[in-house]
């Protein structure tokens, strides 16, 4: 039942990160532009090296894995990639500064919902992800 309610509470932090990534983009006060959407790439593509990563590699080394940390260095590009990506286009004029903060705000709670995922559901227990 724990599972449960952890999977609950994670898609209410993805549905209210990706609200504040369509408010940025699709608010008239900020001129209904839809450049920000390319973020979505961002959200798609973070978790896939870690997730090969834990697939390659056997756990039972308590060293550290060369290939665990390449995984650990992509994601942190993909994701500094995605809050640099609003400020680049706030500061090239394509979208508005405002939009620029909902954008990382959503941003914020995106992320902080694929960390979520991975802790809770990231142990070999009986709420693995890789079950599924």
């Given at each position: 039942?724990a599972g449960?309610?952890a999977?609950?509470?994670?898609s209410?932090g993805?549905a209210?990160?990706?609200?504040?990534?369509?408010?940025?983009?699709?608010?008239?006060?900020?001129?209904?532009k839809?450049?920000?959407?390319?973020?979505?790439?961002?959200y798609?593509l973070?978790?896939?090296?870690?997730?090969?990563s834990?697939?390659?590699?056997?756990d039972?080394?308590?060293?550290?894995?060369?290939?665990?940390e390449?995984?650990?260095?992509?994601?942190?590009?993909?994701?500094?990639s995605?809050?640099?990506?609003?400020i680049?286009?706030a500061?090239?004029?394509v979208?508005?500064?405002?939009?620029c903060a909902?954008v990382l705000?959503?941003?914020?709670v995106?992320?902080?919902?694929?960390?979520?995922?991975f802790?809770?559901?990231?142990?070999?227990?009986?709420?693995?992800?890789?079950?599924w």
């Amino acid at each position: 039942m724990a599972g449960i309610k952890a999977l609950i509470s994670l898609s209410f932090g993805g549905a209210i990160g990706l609200m504040f990534l369509m408010l940025g983009c699709a608010l008239p006060v900020y001129n209904n532009k839809y450049w920000p959407l390319f973020l979505l790439f961002f959200y798609i593509l973070s978790p896939i090296p870690y997730c090969i990563s834990r697939r390659v590699v056997d756990d039972t080394d308590s060293a550290s894995n060369a290939c665990k940390e390449l995984a650990i260095f992509l994601t942190t590009g993909i994701v500094i990639s995605a809050f640099g990506l609003p400020i680049v286009f706030a500061r090239a004029q394509v979208i508005a500064w405002g939009a620029c903060a909902l954008v990382l705000t959503g941003n914020v709670v995106i992320f902080g919902t694929i960390l979520g995922f991975f802790l809770v559901f990231g142990s070999n227990d009986d709420f693995s992800w890789q079950q599924w």
